[in-house]
């Protein structure tokens, strides 16, 4: 197998966990010469919590992995890229008033941009690998490669651990010359392999959570050292009262429950506004207010076919949008040419939150996705134009904008 298609060098991304440890050695086993390399993609000369500890251990561990392998081992720096490509994207839109998902910004830009072009030019290599839970319809080993056609990103057999989520925004070339080693494979079985392979503390080290350049600190105490507080308050979309304040929007998300000193209930963010600063915040975390049936899109990234639809015909498929969450059925309306499009759910979504992804799927394809920049909500949605803070009733002047 090693030299069908001509595909011998094949550059794995070695993270220092299980998953990557595993797909480097099944790529060994199957023949094939294999480079591990790890990114760096965080600079943490400057920075106070954990990352770079975090970052130090995977590095050695890594290396370890390579070592107890024999394969070769490099390290490669993408710091600026990732700068450039995805932090300051992630900043942007924080400061919009988005919720922005790093890793899927990663994945396209770094892991399947800058990562595969260095290991095509640079490394010589004839096929990149990762350790991430999807398949290729070439192959997930590229057995089935064709210079004519398409390749197609396909969920892993794993559904728990399933990844195309976060891969749904990445390109054909790049997907056309990935190998995904453990889609056919379960986690439990990859950790047993790597207890098999003598990779005892590799075999329990648990999965990474979270960014990891936030390392130990709270996301509000991150967040601020690159997006200024800006105080508002919180308000109740009900009754338009004054519940408290916060420091800004871009520390909350929609469907968070919101932290107000001295409230005996239980908030939950439902609609922020970036320039007043107000976050509006619902009784209960079952509120209509949370829930949405249609979403208004960007114009859609499709990582092989690009599907026909119209204002008066749409295109029907599944929609997903966190990884938790199952897919469901949807209808994708807009032209040729727009930059937005619109999406209407066969069934209500609690928190359908802008700057998240709507990922789009038929059967087992992940299709492609494209950024969530707003929705409608199963209630009257308020604006908040001024305040008047020496109101005796602590109310707003609001303007109805939805009524849907």
Same mark, same amino acid.
């Given at each position: 197998m090693a030299l069908l298609n001509?595909? +011998?060098?094949?550059?794995?991304?070695?993270?220092?966990?299980?998953?990557?440890?595993? @797909?480097?050695?099944?790529?060994? $086993?199957?023949?094939?010469?294999?480079?591990?390399?790890?990114?760096?993609?965080?600079?943490?000369?400057?920075?106070?919590?954990?990352?770079?500890?975090?970052?130090?251990?995977?590095?050695q561990d890594a290396k370890a992995v390579c070592d107890h392998l024999r394969i070769p081992f490099v390290e490669v720096s993408f710091v600026k890229e990732y700068w450039n490509e995805v932090f300051s994207r992630l900043?942007?839109?924080?400061?919009k008033g988005f919720t922005p998902n790093p890793d899927i910004l990663c994945n396209r830009f770094i892991k399947f941009g800058s990562f595969y072009n260095y290991s095509m030019k640079e490394l010589g290599a004839d096929a990149i690998a990762t350790g991430h839970y999807a398949q290729n319809t070439f192959g997930n080993f590229l057995e089935h490669y064709s210079s004519s056609n398409l390749a197609h990103l396909k969920r892993a057999i794993d559904v728990r651990k399933d990844q195309t989520l976060f891969l749904s925004d990445i390109c054909?070339? =790049?997907?056309?010359?990935?190998?995904? =080693?453990?889609?056919?494979?379960?986690?439990?079985?990859?950790? %047993?392999?790597? #207890?098999? #392979?003598?990779?005892?503390k590799i075999s329990r080290k648990r999965d990474s959570v979270g960014i990891c350049f936030i390392g130990n600190r709270t996301f509000p105490h991150f967040i601020s050292k690159y997006v200024e507080d800006r105080p508002g308050y919180f308000v109740d979309i009900d009754?338009? +009262? *004054?519940?408290?304040e916060h420091n800004g929007v871009h520390?909350?998300?929609?469907? %968070?429950?919101?932290?107000? =000193?001295?409230?005996?209930?239980?908030?939950?963010?439902? $609609?922020?506004?970036?320039?007043? $600063?107000?976050?509006?915040?619902?009784?209960? $975390?079952?509120?209509? &207010?949370?829930?949405?049936?249609?979403?208004? *899109? &960007?114009?859609p990234h499709w990582i092989s076919h690009v599907p026909e639809f119209s204002s008066d015909k749409p295109f029907s498929c599944m929609f997903k949008f966190q990884h938790t969450k199952?897919?469901? =059925?949807?209808?994708?309306?807009?032209?040729?040419?727009?930059? /937005?499009?619109?999406i209407s759910l066969s069934i209500s979504t609690r928190a359908i939150t802008p700057g998240q992804h709507a990922v789009f799927y038929k059967g087992d394809l992940c299709l492609g996705s494209a950024?969530?920049?707003?929705?409608? /909500?199963?209630?009257?949605?308020?604006?908040?134009? @001024?305040?008047?803070?020496?109101?005796?009733?602590?109310?707003?002047?609001?303007?109805?904008i939805n009524n849907s």
């Open positions: 001509g595909i +011998k060098r094949v550059v794995c991304g070695i993270s220092g966990g299980v998953d990557s440890a595993v @797909a480097a050695s099944i790529l060994k $086993q199957k023949g094939f010469n294999v480079v591990g390399a790890f990114m760096r993609n965080w600079d943490d000369q400057d920075e106070e919590g954990s990352c770079q500890i975090i970052q130090e251990n995977d590095y900043i942007e839109d924080y400061e054909q070339e =790049p997907l056309r010359k990935t190998m995904f =080693p453990l889609g056919s494979l379960c986690k439990q079985s990859v950790r %047993q392999l790597a #207890l098999e #392979l003598g990779m005892d009754t338009g +009262k *004054i519940l408290g520390q909350w998300t929609i469907g %968070q429950r919101c932290r107000i =000193p001295g409230s005996k209930h239980a908030y939950y963010v439902c $609609q922020r506004n970036a320039k007043t $600063q107000t976050i509006l915040a619902a009784l209960g $975390q079952d509120h209509s &207010s949370l829930y949405s049936r249609n979403i208004l *899109i &960007s114009a199952w897919t469901i =059925p949807c209808w994708l309306y807009g032209n040729r040419g727009d930059t /937005t499009s619109t950024k969530i920049l707003g929705s409608d /909500t199963l209630v009257n949605n308020y604006e908040v134009h @001024a305040f008047n803070k020496d109101d005796a009733t602590n109310r707003l002047d609001t303007v109805a």
